[in-house]
Each structure stands twice: as structure tokens, then as C-alpha cells.
């Protein structure tokens, strides 16, 4: 289907683009959404009047957008989650977790499709991220995942968390607990011996 975009559209086109794309997208997501106006004759005249007032818009969005980016670079993405002995979370941190907390923390409205996440969080430690305020101002981020304030302290540091070392140390002194009940066993058998 052809359409013409109202919107910047990031991997699609600018606004005032003539861009061919799927009928499901434009029916499901740019028409209902207004972010274009179906290809025809009338509809671009139309779009020619009405250009000045939609790039209007697009450039007080911007500066909209522009108002938050410091914001949303102070602000401390910091998230406790509870986790296993070797750093996976249960569960994950979503990108509807990281828009909830920069709504909260920072006071900026962001949605969790501006999120620019990829998979979630599954595990400990630092990620990169970025926020997509706008198609054209995006602010990379750094999300601190960790099971205590401590470990998000060093993570912030720049050091690295190592998991598994309980396990290990554990093992390491259950041989010596084996050979200590051994012995006890045996004095214990010496001893009922000489009692008979």
C-alpha cells in the first residue's frame, strides 16, 4: 500500500515520504495512528497544505524532547531483582521496567516502546541502552542490575561481580567435614569396642 508519512519514521522515511509498505502495517499501525495518509490525489494535496503545520509540530516535539535528554542522562537506572547463586534473574527487566522507573526517577514521560532495549535483562550488571525520545534525539543509558545496593555501588564503580564462588568454597569444605566425620565414626566404634 502506498502512503504518505505525517511522521518521521525511523527505518521508513521522513515526513512528506511517498514509501510503499505493507497493507497490516499501514491498516494496523500508520493510518489508525496518524502517522500517514493513504496515497491518492486528494490526500496530497492535502498533505501540501497542511506540510507547515505538521512540520511545526514535528520541531516543537523535538524541542520537547531536547528539554528531557539531561535528565534523562542524570537519572540513576539502578534496579534491585532477585537472583540465583550465578547472577540469573528471576525473571527479567523489561523495557516497560526501564520507561516505569525514568517516569518515576527523572519525571520524563517515556513509553516502553521508546525503549530501545532489544531482549530483557536476564541477568546481573550493567547494560547499555538507549531512549529514543524522539526519531531524531536519542540518549544512550546505562541500566545497573543488581541483587543489593552494595553490588549496584560497585557495578557503578566499574567493578565485576562474580557468582559462584559460595558454591566452590562450599565444596572445598565438605571434603574436610567428610574426613572429620570419619574419624569421629571410628572412635566412636573404638570406643563401644572396649565398652564390651
Known amino acids: 500500500m502506498k502512503v504518505i508519512l505525517t ?17 497490516g502495517f499501514a491498516r494496523n499501525f500508520l493510518l489508525p495512528n496518524n502517522k500517514a495518509l493513504r496515497w491518492s490525489k486528494e490526500n496530497v494535496a492535502l498533505f501540501e497544505a497542511k506540510k507547515a503545520e505538521i512540520q511545526a509540530r514535528f520541531e516543537a516535539a523535538k524541542k520537547t524532547a531536547e528539554s528531557y535528554v539531561d535528565a534523562v542522562k542524570n537519572a540513576k537506572l539502578h534496579m534491585i531483582r532477585q537472583a540465583g547463586d550465578t ?9 516497560r521496567d526501564i520507561a516505569r522507573m525514568l517516569g518515576t526517577v527523572a519525571n520524563v514521560p517515556v513509553s ?21 525520545l524522539h526519531p531524531d ?14 553490588e549496584i555501588d560497585a557495578l557503578v564503580a566499574g567493578k565485576v561481580l562474580t557468582f559462584g564462588t ?12 567428610a574426613e572429620t566425620e570419619d574419624v569421629a565414626a571410628e572412635v566412636v566404634t573404638d570406643v563401644v569396642a572396649d565398652a564390651e
Not at 525511523?10 to 514509501?19: A, E, M, Q, S
Not at 543509558?141 to 545496593?149: D, E, I, L, N, P
Open 137 to 150: 534525539v536519542i540518549v544512550p543509558v546505562k541500566v545497573y542490575v543488581a541483587q543489593t545496593q552494595d
Open 87 to 95: 547472577g540469573q534473574l528471576y525473571g527479567s527487566v523489561s523495557s
Open 7 to 23: 511522521e518521521k519514521i525511523t527505518k521508513l522515511g521522513n515526513i512528506g515520504d511517498t514509501v510503499e509498505v505493507k497493507t
Open 112 to 132: 516502553s516502546a521508546q525503549v530501545m532495549l532489544g531482549s530483557p535483562i536476564k541477568s546481573i550488571g550493567s547494560f547499555d541502552t538507549k531512549i529514543a
Open 166 to 177: 559460595k558454591k566452590v568454597e562450599a565444596e572445598e569444605e565438605a571434603p574436610a567435614d
